[in-house]
């Protein structure tokens, strides 16, 4: 996620300082913005070298006018990582997180600048999807929202306002859909292929709600579902034990190289 969204804003015209404290995943991210933009390019996309050069790996979080932070979906790992941002970067720079269901509002808790701290949550793959879901903290500012609203544009998306409730929209209609696929294979209605196959041709998905799940990541899937049932309360959002012993078995998906299916 984070580096595709350094692709879209890199690709926008604007510059770019990409930052992950892992070893190599800075590199890794420059290869997927190399390679997503080759295959753009083939079909009459801008030179990859020219985005390429407007973005800049740093060894720690730099001055900008904007942040977006895509790391893990944890709670206090986020706010500790805005705590930081709200120090390093200017008192005029907006905050903004891809969280898909962490609360905005405890994030711009976090920091001294809470009416300029926002959810900016893009779609995988950020290239290619157009949605921008923008949250506003209870905190938010006019001004920033309307700051992010532009700039969603900007880089060619379309911006959605939701308010900042567990799993906002997109995740509250999209995680109990994972669930019940899950559900359904635990339970033998169907194989795997076979859900994913009524859900591509019978409700015209580009993907199975299964194979979703393993891009986005079984584990992200989990959390996002414990933000959703800790902060609804309502049972129906408890994460599937089939996607729970993927997790404790490391089968993350993609990521890992087998979750539903093997890659």
Same mark, same amino acid.
């Given at each position: 996620?984070? *580096?595709?969204?350094?692709?879209? @804003?890199?690709? *926008?015209?604007? #510059?770019?300082?990409?930052?992950? %404290?892992? %070893?190599?995943?800075?590199?890794?991210? @420059?290869?997927?913005?190399?390679?997503?933009?080759? #295959?753009?390019?083939?079909?009459?996309? &801008?030179?990859?070298?020219?985005?390429?050069?407007?973005?800049?790996?740093?060894?720690?979080?730099?001055?900008?006018?904007?942040?977006?932070?895509?790391?893990?979906?944890?709670?206090?790992?986020?706010?500790?990582?805005? =705590?930081?941002?709200?120090?390093?970067?200017?008192?005029? &720079?907006?905050?903004?997180?891809?969280?898909?269901?962490?609360?905005?509002?405890?994030?711009?808790?976090?920091? =001294?600048?809470?009416? =300029?701290?926002?959810?900016?949550?893009?779609?995988? /793959?950020? /290239?290619?999807?157009?949605?921008?879901?923008? +949250?506003?903290?209870?905190?938010?500012?006019?001004?920033?929202?309307?700051?992010?609203?532009?700039?969603?544009?900007?880089?060619?998306?379309? /911006?959605?306002?939701? #308010?900042?409730?567990?799993?906002?929209?997109?995740?509250?209609?999209?995680?109990?859909?994972?669930?019940?696929?899950?559900?359904?294979?635990?339970?033998?209605?169907?194989?795997?292929?076979?859900?994913?196959? +009524?859900?591509?041709?019978?409700?015209?998905?580009?993907?199975? /709600?299964?194979?979703?799940?393993?891009?986005?990541?079984?584990?992200?899937?989990?959390?996002?579902?414990?933000?959703?049932?800790?902060?609804?309360?309502?049972?129906?959002?408890?994460?599937? %034990?089939?996607?729970?012993?993927?997790?404790? &078995?490391?089968?993350?998906?993609?990521?890992?190289?087998?979750?539903?299916?093997?890659?």
């Amino acid at each position: 996620m984070g *580096s595709g969204i350094a692709q879209v @804003v890199a690709a *926008s015209g604007r #510059r770019v300082s990409l930052h992950d %404290p892992f %070893p190599g995943a800075v590199d890794r991210g @420059v290869d997927a913005m190399r390679t997503s933009l080759e #295959r753009l390019a083939a079909k009459g996309g &801008a030179d990859p070298a020219e985005t390429l050069a407007r973005v800049q790996p740093v060894d720690d979080l730099v001055a900008a006018d904007l942040l977006i932070e895509a790391i893990i979906e944890h709670a206090a790992a986020k706010e500790e990582l805005f =705590r930081r941002a709200d120090a390093a970067l200017p008192a005029e &720079a907006i905050l903004a997180s891809n969280t898909s269901s962490i609360p905005i509002t405890s994030l711009a808790a976090a920091t =001294r600048r809470p009416e =300029r701290v926002i959810g900016m949550h893009f779609f995988n /793959p950020v /290239p290619v999807l157009r949605l921008v879901e923008v +949250i506003r903290a209870v905190q938010t500012s006019d001004e920033t929202a309307e700051a992010i609203v532009w700039l969603a544009r900007e880089l060619g998306k379309e /911006p959605a306002e939701a #308010r900042d409730f567990p799993g906002f929209v997109s995740n509250r209609i999209l995680m109990p859909f994972i669930n019940e696929a899950a559900y359904a294979l635990l339970e033998g209605v169907a194989e795997a292929e076979a859900i994913d196959t +009524i859900a591509r041709l019978g409700f015209a998905h580009p993907l199975g /709600p299964l194979a979703l799940a393993d891009l986005i990541g079984l584990d992200t899937c989990v959390a996002i579902m414990e933000v959703l049932h800790r902060g609804l309360g309502d049972p129906k959002y408890a994460p599937c %034990p089939l996607l729970r012993r993927y997790v404790q &078995a490391g089968r993350l998906g993609r990521k890992s190289g087998e979750g539903f299916y093997r890659y």
